[in-house]
C-alpha cells in the first residue's frame, strides 16, 4: 500500500535523508499524506483569513455587520468545515496506525540479533559474533559503531545503565528511548548501503551533545571482514580505554565550565 | 447550613466506629480462618477498601453536609476524582506491570520479596549482598534512627536501599 | 449563607485617607491592579532573563565555540543549563505570571463589575510566592555545579541523582523554585475562579461574561486539576534528590516513567493553561477592533470546555518513543488528531469574526491577527506530532522545537504584545505610541518567522534537540544546514533588537503618550466604564450593573456601532 | 484592612465565598494525594508479593488508634460548628479545642509509631514500600498539623473575638477531608497485606 502511494508523493523527508531502513518508507509517506491534507486546509484557511482582512478593512462610511454566529445557517459555516476536517483526521489516523504497527509494535521473525547499551554518554554495541549468537563469548562488542548487514531483519535489545537515553537514527526514521531497569525490543531492516549519524535524542546530562554514533551498513562480506578484524578481546579493551578517556574528557568539561 | 435537617451526628459516629471496627477485623477473620487466594482477597479488599469508600461517603454526605450543599461541591469534587482514575489508567499501562509489548522490567521481585521476609524475620544483617554502587548520598540520612542502635539502622539504610 | 450586600457602595471613602506609603502602595498593596502589574514587570524581567539565554545558546548553535559577545565561550554543562532553564522560565515565570496571573488579575474585576478580588490578600501572598520562587530559580544558576540541566521536563535518573546531572545544588533548587511557582499559582488560580463563580456584577449571566475571563477561568481549573498530581511527584523527586529514596529508581524497584507520567499530566494541560487566556485576548481585541460581535460565542465557550476536557486524555503524546506500552499510542493518537477539532473551532470562529466587520489595524489588532494566523501554522504543525507514526521520527527534533515555539511564542509573546497595546491606557491612562508599536509588531513577528521556519526545515531533517555543537554530527555538520542555524540566529537577534523599541515605547508613553479616555477604544466590556487609570475600588461609589452581552457590536439601529455592557436600555 | 472588599461579600453561586473555595482547596487537594495515593497503588500493583510483606510489618494497632482519633476528632469539629452557627463562642472554643487535642493525640501515636519502626530498622530507605509509607503519611502528618494551627488561630483570634464565624466551617470542611484521607491511607498502608 504505501509502495502504492509513495508513488505520487513529493516524498518530503527524502529531499534531506536517504531512506536506509525498510519503514522508512511508510514514515515518509505517512508524512507526506499528513502534509497534503493538514498543508490544503492551512492554505485554504489563511488565504481566506486574508481575504477576510483585507475585503474588511475599515473604509469611510462603511459600518460593519451584525451577524451573532448563532443560527443555525451560520454555524454551519463552522460546522461543515469541521465534519470534513474530522474526516481528514480520520484519513490520518489510520495510515498512522498501520505504521505504527509495523514499526513499533510488530517485530517481525529476526535475522539478526543485536544488543544496543546506552551509558553516559557512549553507545556499546554487542554483534552477534562469527557463530551468528548473541550472548556469549564471542560477541564483538564495539562502542559507538554499530556494524549491520544490509538487507538483513534485525531486532534490536536496548538497555541503559544510568539514565534515559534515546536511540535514534534519522536515515532509519527510528528512535526509541533507553529507560535504566528495562529492556526494549523493536526492529529494523537496513536496506541501503552507508554510513550515518546515531543521535542520542534524550537530555542525559552534560555531554548529552556528542553523544553520538555512526552506523555503517555493508555487504555480507565487507560484514564479514569488518568481523574478521575484531576479535572481542581487542574490542572490550578498547571499550574501555575509550571510555575511560571520555570519562577524564567529560570531568576536564565539566571543570571549566 | 442552617435550618436544614440532618440526622445526628452522633448516629453518623457511631455508624462510623462500627464500620471501622469491620474494616480492621475483616483482615483478621482471614487470618483466623486461613482463607486463601481469591476469597481472601475478595474478604480483604471489601472490608478493607470497600468500608473505606463507605466511610468517606458518610464523612462527605453528612458531616461535611455535601447532601444539602449546593450542586458546584459535589461536581467539584467528583470532577477531581474522575481525572485522578483518568490519571490512573494512563500510566497503569506501565507503571504497574513488570513487562508489556517489546518491553521488560529487570527489577526482580522475588528478590525483592526475600529481602521483604528476611528483614521482617529480624534477620537484619543477613542480608544484602550485590550493592553495585555506593550509596552517595548515605550519610545525610540518619537522623532519624539516631535514638539508639544507630550504627545497626545505618547498615540496614545502605543495604536495602541499594540491594536488588 | 453569607450576608449579600444589599447596597453596594464603593470606597468613595478612600479619599479621605491619608496617602499610602511606597511600601504599602507598590510592594504589599492588595490591588488587584498593583498586584498585576508586579506580576506584569517580573514576568517581563524574566522573559529578558529567558530571551538573554536564547541569544546565548542561539549564538553557539550558529557560531559553534566562538566567544559570544555578553557570554564568553559556552561550555556543554552551561548550554544544557541555559536551554533548561530557557524554558523553564519562558512557562513558569513568563507566560503565567503575564498571561493568566498579570491578566486574570487585572481583567477579571474589572470585567466582570466587582472591585477586587474576593481574597486580596491571598492575591497579595500568591504574588510573593511568586517571586520567592523566582529568586530561588535565580539562586540556582549561582550555586556550585550551576544551574540545572536537564530538560524542562526534568526525566529521572537524570534530575534525580546528582552524579548523573552533576549539579547537587542547582536541581534541588530547580524543583523548589517550580513547585514554588505551582502552589503561586494554585492559591491565585482558585481566588480567580471564586471570585468569577461568585462576585460577579449585578445582571451578569452566564453568557455575559467576556470570553477572556471564561477561558482564564477554564484554565485555572486546567491548572488546578493537572497540577495535583506533580506537586506529589515533586515531594518524590525532591526526596529522591535531596535524601535519596528510590521512587524513581528502577533498581530499587520504582519507575522513571511514572515521572513522565506525573509531568505530563500536568504538562499537556499546561499548554491549554497559557494558550486560553491568550485566545480570550485575541477574542476581545478582535472583535472591538473588527467592530463585530464575536461569532458563535457559545460554541467557542463550550468547544474550549471540551477542549479542557479533552485535554487530560492526550498527555502520553509526549511519550509515544519514551517506551511506554507501544499499544497505548493508539488511543492517544486518535485523542490527539480530535483535539485539533476544538481549537480550530474557536479559531475558526475568530476567523469569522472578521466576516463583515470594519477592521482597524491598530497595533494591537495586528497583534492579534498575527496570532490567529501564526497560531494556525503552530497548530497544524501538531498533527505531524500527534500521529505517533510520524512522531518515531519527528519526536524530539527541531520540528518539534519548531512547533512549539509557534504556539508559545504567539501565545507568550505576540498575545502579550496585543493585550498590553490594548489595555495600556486603562492601566496607564496614556495610549502607546502607534507608530513604534507598527513598527515594533513587523519588525517581532516577520523576524518570528525567520527564526522558526528554518528550524522546521532543519528538524525534518533529523537534527535533534538540547544538542550544543552539531559539528559532531557529520550528517549535520553540511554548509547548507548551518547556513539555516545562522539565519535562524541572525533572525532571533533582529527579534530581540525590536524588543527595545517595546521596551522605550512602553516607559515614554508612561509620561508622554496621549491621553486616553475612559473607552479610547469604544469598547463594550465593563473595564472600560471605570475611569483610566482604573482607580482603588476601580468603580468609584456605585458598582456596574450589566444589562446585555459584551459583543453587541454594529447593533442595527444604532447610532452609535458599540453599546456598553452597563448601559441601560433605554426604553426601560 | 481598612475597608471591606465588595467582591468578598457577593455570592452569585448561594456558596459563601470561603467556602466555595475551600471547596476548591479540597479539590485539588484530592489531586496531590490521589497523585501520591496513585503512584503507590501503581507500585503495589506491580510489586504485590514483597510490598505485602513489606506491609505486615506496620502497627495495625496504632494505625487503628489514630483512625479512632480522627474519626471522633470529625465528630467533634462537626459540633463545634453545630455552635458556631448557635454563636455560641464558649462551646465552639471548647470543641474547636478538644479537635486539637485528638489532632495531638494523633501526632503524638504516629511520633510514637515512626520512633519504633524506625528502630526495628524500617526507615525512609528500607524500599520503596517504606519511602511511600512515609511520605504519604507525613504529607498527610503535615495537614493534621497545619490544620491544628489553623484551629487554633481560628479559636483563640475570631471566635474568641465573636467575628468570622463562618470559618469554624470551612476549617470543619478541610479537617473532615484530612480525616478522610487517612480514612484511605489506613487500609492501604496497615489493613491490606
Given amino acids: 500500500m504505501f509502495d502504492f502511494l509513495d508513488r505520487f508523493m513529493p516524498g518530503i523527508l527524502e529531499w534531506q535523508l536517504p531512506r536506509a531502513s525498510e519503514y522508512a518508507l511508510q514514515i515518509d509517506v505517512l508524512f507526506d499524506i499528513i502534509t497534503i491534507l493538514v498543508g490544503f486546509w492551512f492554505v485554504l484557511v489563511l488565504g481566506f483569513f486574508f481575504y477576510l482582512i483585507f475585503r474588511y478593512r475599515h473604509r469611510p462610511g462603511q459600518k460593519a455587520q451584525y451577524i451573532t454566529g448563532e443560527t443555525h445557517k451560520q454555524k454551519q459555516a463552522i460546522e461543515i468545515p469541521h465534519l470534513l476536517i474530522l474526516a481528514c483526521d480520520v484519513m490520518i489516523i489510520v495510515p498512522t496506525f498501520l505504521v505504527w504497527y509495523n514499526v513499533k509494535i510488530d517485530i517481525p521473525p529476526a535475522d539478526e540479533e543485536v544488543r544496543i547499551v546506552s551509558q553516559q554518554w557512549a553507545w556499546t554495541f554487542h554483534h552477534a559474533g562469527p557463530n551468528g549468537m548473541l550472548g556469549d563469548d564471542d560477541d564483538i562488542i564495539s562502542v559507538n559503531e554499530l556494524h549491520l548487514k544490509k538487507d538483513r531483519q534485525y531486532t534490536y535489545h536496548l538497555e541503559s545503565r544510568d539514565v534515559m537515553h534515546s536511540f535514534s537514527v534519522p536515515v532509519f526514521r527510528l528512535k526509541q528511548d533507553a529507560i535504566p531497569g528495562r529492556v526494549i525490543s523493536g526492529h529494523f531492516k537496513p536496506i541501503m548501503a552507508g554510513e550515518w549519524d546515531i543521535q542520542c535524542a534524550e537530555m542525559c546530562g552534560i555531554a548529552h551533545g556528542i ?25 572490550a579493551s578498547e571499550f574501555i580505554a575509550t571510555n575511560e578517556l571520555k570519562i577524564s574528557e567529560e570531568k576536564e568539561d565539566r571543570n571549566n565550565g | 447550613m442552617a435550618g436544614h435537617k440532618h440526622p445526628s451526628y452522633l448516629k453518623i459516629y457511631f455508624i462510623l466506629l462500627a464500620l471501622f471496627v469491620v474494616s480492621v477485623a475483616g483482615p483478621e477473620i482471614a487470618e483466623k480462618l486461613g482463607l486463601e487466594g481469591v476469597s481472601r482477597t475478595v474478604l480483604v479488599l471489601s472490608t478493607a477498601f470497600g468500608i473505606a469508600i463507605w466511610k468517606a461517603y458518610l464523612v462527605c454526605a453528612y458531616f461535611m453536609h455535601l447532601k444539602v450543599e449546593k450542586i458546584y461541591a459535589p461536581y467539584i469534587l467528583l470532577a477531581c476524582l474522575s481525572l485522578l482514575l483518568v490519571f490512573f489508567f494512563g500510566t497503569a499501562t506501565d507503571a504497574m506491570f513488570s513487562n508489556g509489548h517489546n518491553w521488560v522490567k529487570s527489577y526482580s521481585e522475588e528478590a525483592a520479596k526475600e529481602e521483604a521476609q528476611s528483614r521482617s524475620h529480624g534477620g537484619h544483617d543477613d542480608h544484602g549482598d550485590g550493592h553495585s554502587d555506593g550509596d552517595h548520598y548515605g550519610e545525610d540520612h540518619h537522623d532519624e534512627g539516631d535514638h539508639d542502635g544507630d550504627d545497626h539502622n545505618k547498615e540496614e539504610d545502605k543495604d536495602s536501599h541499594e540491594a536488588h | ?75 556543554p554543562a552551561a548550554y544544557n543549563s541555559l536551554v533548561t532553564n530557557h524554558g523553564t522560565i519562558m512557562i513558569f515565570w513568563v507566560a503565567m505570571p503575564v498571561l493568566i496571573a498579570a491578566m486574570g488579575n487585572f481583567l477579571i474585576p474589572l470585567m466582570i463589575g466587582c472591585d477586587d478580588m474576593v481574597f486580596p490578600r491571598v492575591n497579595r501572598l500568591s504574588y510573593q510566592i511568586f517571586l520567592i520562587s523566582a529568586i530561588v530559580l535565580i539562586i540556582s544558576f549561582f ?8 530538560a524542562w521536563t526534568a526525566y529521572p535518573p537524570l534530575s534525580a541523582k546528582a552524579q548523573y546531572n552533576a549539579t547537587p545544588f542547582g536541581a534541588p533548587l530547580w524543583l523548589i523554585a517550580v513547585t514554588l511557582e505551582i502552589v503561586a499559582f494554585l492559591l491565585g488560580g482558585i481566588n480567580f475562579i471564586t471570585t468569577v463563580m461568585n462576585a460577579r456584577a449585578k445582571g451578569m449571566r452566564m453568557y455575559d461574561i467576556p470570553i477572556i475571563v471564561w477561558m482564564i477561568v477554564i484554565a485555572s481549573i486546567l491548572f488546578m486539576c493537572s497540577v495535583g498530581p506533580l506537586i506529589a511527584g515533586a515531594v518524590m523527586l525532591l526526596f529522591d534528590q535531596t535524601l535519596g529514596t528510590g521512587f524513581f529508581d528502577g533498581a530499587a524497584g520504582g519507575d522513571p516513567v511514572l515521572w513522565q507520567h506525573l509531568f505530563w499530566f500536568f504538562g499537556h494541560p499546561e499548554v491549554y493553561v497559557v494558550l486560553l487566556p491568550a485566545m480570550g485576548i485575541v477574542g476581545e481585541i478582535t472583535c472591538t477592533f473588527a467592530r463585530k460581535k464575536l461569532f458563535a460565542y457559545k460554541l467557542i465557550l463550550y468547544s474550549t470546555i471540551g477542549l479542557g476536557i479533552l485535554s487530560f486524555f492526550v498527555w502520553a503524546h509526549h511519550q509515544f518513543i519514551s517506551g511506554v506500552d507501544p499499544r497505548a499510542a493508539y488511543l492517544f493518537t486518535t485523542t490527539t488528531l480530535l ?29 492579534a491577527l498575527a496570532f490567529t494566523g501564526e497560531f494556525l501554522l503552530g497548530g497544524v504543525t501538531g498533527i505531524w506530532l500527534g500521529s505517533s507514526g510520524v512522531d518515531v521520527y519527528l519526536h524530539d527534533t527541531y520540528f518539534v522545537l519548531a512547533h512549539f515555539h509557534y504556539t508559545f511564542v504567539p501565545i507568550a509573546i505576540i498575545a502579550t504584545f496585543a493585550a498590553v497595546y490594548y489595555w495600556y491606557p486603562k492601566m496607564f491612562g496614556r495610549k502607546m505610541n502607534e507608530t513604534w508599536g507598527k513598527i515594533h509588531f513587523w519588525g517581532t513577528t516577520v523576524s518570528f518567522n525567520g527564526i522558526f521556519i528554518p528550524l522546521f526545515i532543519l528538524g525534518a531533517g533529523g537534527q535533534h534537540r538540547r544538542i550544543y555543537n552539531f559539528q559532531h554530527y557529520p550528517d549535520l555538520a553540511g ?40 473607552n479610547p477604544w469604544k469598547a463594550n466590556t465593563l473595564e472600560w466604564v471605570a475611569t483610566s487609570p482604573a482607580p482603588h475600588g476601580n468603580f468609584g461609589p456605585v458598582m ?20 456598553p455592557q452597563n448601559e441601560k436600555p433605554s426604553d426601560s | 484592612m481598612a475597608h471591606q472588599i465588595i467582591a468578598t461579600s457577593r455570592s452569585r453561586t448561594g456558596i459563601p465565598t470561603g467556602r466555595l473555595a475551600v ?31 513489606e506491609a505486615a510489618n506496620t502497627n495495625t494497632f496504632i494505625g ?56 526495628h530498622g524500617f526507615t525512609l530507605f528500607t524500599s520503596n514500600f517504606w519511602s511511600f509509607y512515609y511520605v504519604a503519611t507525613g504529607l498527610h502528618g503535615f495537614h493534621v498539623v497545619c490544620g491544628m494551627v489553623i484551629m487554633g488561630i481560628i479559636a483563640e483570634n475570631d471566635i474568641k473575638h465573636g467575628r468570622n464565624w463562618h470559618r469554624v466551617e470551612n476549617i470543619g470542611l478541610y479537617w473532615h477531608f484530612v480525616d478522610i484521607i487517612w480514612i484511605f491511607l489506613f487500609p492501604l498502608m496497615y489493613i491490606a497485606k
Avoid at chain 3, 476567523?351 to 470594519?358: N, Q, W
Avoid at chain 4, 479540597?26 to 510490598?51: A, C, D, Q, T, V
Wanted: charged share 15%; proline share 3%.
Fill in chain 3, 143 to 150: 550555586v556550585p555545579g550551576g544551574g540545572f540541566g536537564g
Fill in chain 3, 479 to 518: 554548509a547548507d544546514m548551518q547556513d539555516m542555524r545562522v539565519f535562524a540566529t541572525l533572525s532571533l537577534i533582529v527579534m530581540l533588537a525590536f524588543q527595545v523599541i517595546f521596551i522605550v515605547n512602553f516607559f515614554v508613553s508612561l509620561k508622554r503618550g496621549e491621553k486616553a479616555g475612559n
Fill in chain 4, 64 to 119: 487503628a488508634c489514630n483512625t479512632f482519633w480522627l474519626l471522633t476528632s470529625s465528630l467533634f469539629v462537626v459540633f463545634a460548628h453545630a455552635a458556631s452557627e448557635k454563636r455560641d463562642a464558649k462551646k465552639t472554643r471548647m470543641w474547636i479545642w478538644l479537635t486539637i487535642m485528638l489532632g495531638g493525640f494523633f501526632m503524638g501515636f504516629k511520633t510514637y509509631e515512626y520512633t519504633t519502626e524506625i528502630q
Fill in chain 4, 23 to 53: 471547596w476548591w482547596v479540597i479539590g485539588s487537594e484530592i489531586l496531590i494525594f490521589g497523585g501520591l495515593i496513585g503512584s503507590y497503588l501503581l507500585n503495589r500493583f506491580n510489586h504485590g508479593p514483597s510490598w505485602s510483606v
Fill in chain 3, 544 to 563: 456596574p450593573e450589566v444589562y446585555r452581552g459584551p459583543y453587541e457590536y454594529s447593533v442595527e439601529g444604532r447610532e452609535e456601532d458599540y453599546w
Fill in chain 1, 211 to 235: 553523544m553520538a554514533a555512526r552506523v555503517f551498513i555493508e555487504t555480507e562480506e565487507e560484514h564479514n571482514a569488518w568481523l574478521a578484524a575484531n576479535t572481542p578481546a581487542g574490542a
Fill in chain 3, 339 to 367: 483535539i485539533s477539532i476544538p481549537v480550530a473551532i474557536v479559531l475558526f470562529a475568530y476567523i469569522a469574526t472578521l466576516y463583515g466587520g470594519s477592521i482597524r489595524f491598530t497595533t494591537a489588532m495586528l497583534f
Fill in chain 3, 1 to 75: 449563607m453569607a450576608e449579600v450586600a444589599h447596597a453596594e457602595v464603593g470606597h468613595d471613602d478612600h479619599h479621605d485617607h491619608h496617602e499610602p506609603s511606597f511600601w504599602s502602595k507598590y510592594v504589599f498593596s492588595t490591588d488587584h491592579k498593583m498586584i498585576a502589574m508586579q506580576y506584569m514587570f517580573t514576568g517581563m524581567a524574566m522573559a529578558l532573563i529567558g530571551g538573554f539565554f536564547a541569544y546565548v545558546f542561539r549564538m553557539q548553535l550558529a557560531f559553534p565555540g566562538a566567544s559570544i559577545p555578553f557570554w564568553g565561550t559556552l561550555s
